[in-house]
């Protein structure tokens, strides 16, 4: 399994329009796609970023969605409106609280 985190800093009036676009893409294409495992849209307070983070089966499969044709019109909107920088990251470890406890690898508790 791979993780794509694709970072867009926007203009804050456009972080909507943004948004909206990504999630029509996602939901109208990309959901679809062999090896699409999941996604997570963010956007931030301050409106000046919206991030995506998708996990995919393996590279292959995101490059093959990447190729597919129906979904390029709304990723070329949404490049003419944002800056990106997307990258492809491997999971190391995942953290959380156990039972109430403290989580032992962090400062933050429940």
Known sequence: MITLINVFTIDPANQQRLVDLLARATDGFVCRAPGFISSTLYRTLDGAKVTMYAQWRSVEDYQAMREDPDPLPLFKEALAIAQFEPGLYDIVRTF????????NRCDISR
């Not at 959380?96 to 989580?103: I, L, N, Q, T, V």
């Open 96 to 103: 959380s609280p156990r039972d109430g406890e403290a989580c």
